[in-house]
């Protein structure tokens, strides 16, 4: 099961991805995790990369390219996996349709004061990237990691100054690409205007009636 999932930051992508990882077997994998953690690595990928990232800016298409085809190209990646950040330009759409074309792309759609008051309460963890959000899934110690005990901290581009400008910016980058697997019929557009607990069995109730279709559950 090949998938792609979109979604502004802040509509919960992360948590669906761990859910739909959880049920299917398969990883998830996010462009952006990558190289952040090439970046804190200060490999020569995260070398060349952490301009961009300090600038949020993209990564050009050949490097990023080269990264996810050598990532699908891995063991775990044989039964399918979720894709999340990637592709974020046609150029890289039109790539991963010639090496691993996505059987199905979640578009997920909130409303901007829902995604505002998601992202200025999330909280991650500095050493194993679980999740936590201050109101609607915090950990059980405040500021500490549930899995890991490590502290947990609030991502530089989650500062609120810079919110309205990465939705901008979303809107911007992504809508190509979202008519691009319109037209190809293989997008799924779901509302995460609910929390996580709602949204989550609709995601994968979605999966499972298409692979249903397929004859492949
Ligand atoms: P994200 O966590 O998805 O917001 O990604 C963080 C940063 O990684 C972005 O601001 C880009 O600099 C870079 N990045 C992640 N995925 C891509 C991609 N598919 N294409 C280009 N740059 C990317």
Known sequence: MKLVFIGPPGVGKGTYAQAVSQRFQIPHISTGDIFREEV????????????????GLLVPDEIVVEVVKARLSQDDCRRGFILDGFPRTLAQAEA?????????????????????????????????????????????????????????VVRKDDRPEVIAERLALYREQFS??????????KLVTISANAQAPEVIPVVISTIERFLRGRGQL
């Open 40 to 55: 804190k690595r200060g490999s020569e990928l995260g070398r060349k990369v952490q301009y961009y990232l300090e600038r």
């Open 96 to 152: 991963l349709e010639g090496f691993a074309p996505p059987d199905l792309v979640l578009n997920f759609v909130a409303d901007d004061s829902v995604i505002v008051e998601r992202l200025s309460g999330r909280r991650v963890c500095s050493k194993c990237g679980a999740i936590y959000h201050v109101k609607y899934m915090p950990p059980r110690f405040p500021g500490t990691c549930d899995k890991c005990g490590a502290p947990l």
């Open 176 to 185: 190509p690409i979202i008519s691009y697997y319109e037209r190809r019929g």
